[in-house]
């Protein structure tokens, strides 16, 4: 029961994630892939980290903080890639 939970938490998360960013994607691509992949691995590694009885809030924890944290980053390497001149 537990693990459909936290299933359903980190599918909710990560739908909210990608249709919100999917809004305002134009030039920031990159955000919106970082932001989905940090959101996943972060509600991955907060339900791991929790412990029995908080996983589901260890996993909405993780995902919210490793969405923002992927979607800083993805944008940043994706500006920085896209600033760098062609070879």
Known sequence: MKHRTI?????????????????????HEGAVIGGAAGAAGGALIGSAAAGHGNRGTGALIGGVVGG????VAGDQLH?????????
């Open 79 to 87: 500006d920085k890639n896209k600033n760098q001149p062609q070879q």
């Open 7 to 27: 299933g359903l938490i980190s599918g909710a998360m990560l739908s909210a994630v990608l249709i919100a960013g999917c809004e305002s994607a134009n030039g």
């Open 68 to 71: 923002a944290a992927g979607a």
